[in-house]
């Protein structure tokens, strides 16, 4: 058995081992899994719908336009997104979640090159 078989490649802490495993799934998705990703957008949809009734049309559309607006506020590829204005607004700012204390999976923990980024960004490279 030769040790080139368990080597990995030298990219492999920047693009992820999803890169050389295209394809194949690593774990298998916990059944609560599909629960919890859509938490969040059935919990919005209770409040709107509850938000409507008492309140009318315009007090979803308003916090909707809000919410839109700020997710769209840009930032540079090489820092990581917080978007403080948006978890304001949805009432996450004042809950402790499971990427408050052990980080987003889609944040590095390393930073690249940023000039690098920027032009990967923008499609120069």
Same mark, same amino acid.
């Given at each position: 058995m030769s040790s080139k078989?368990?080597?990995?490649?030298?990219?492999?802490?920047?693009?992820? %081992?999803?890169?050389?495993?295209?394809?194949?799934?690593?774990?298998?998705?916990?059944?609560?899994?599909?629960?919890?990703?859509?938490?969040?957008?059935r919990l919005e949809q209770h409040d709107m719908a509850m938000l409507r009734k008492i309140q009318g049309l315009h007090a979803p559309l308003k916090l909707q336009m809000e919410r839109k607006s700020v997710m769209?506020?840009?930032?540079?590829?090489?820092?990581?997104?917080?978007?403080?204005?948006?978890?304001?607004?949805?009432?996450?700012?004042? %809950?402790?979640?499971?990427?408050d204390y052990l980080g987003h999976p889609r944040d590095p923990e390393i930073m690249g090159q940023p000039h690098a980024m920027v032009e990967k960004q923008l499609g120069m490279l």
């Open positions: 078989q368990f080597e990995l490649p030298a990219d492999a802490l920047i693009h992820g %081992l999803a890169a050389k495993y295209k394809g194949a799934q690593l774990l298998t998705p916990h059944p609560l899994e599909q629960t919890e990703k859509t938490h969040w957008n769209k506020v840009g930032h540079l590829p090489f820092l990581p997104r917080h978007n403080v204005a948006h978890d304001a607004l949805t009432g996450r700012d004042e %809950l402790i979640g499971f990427e």
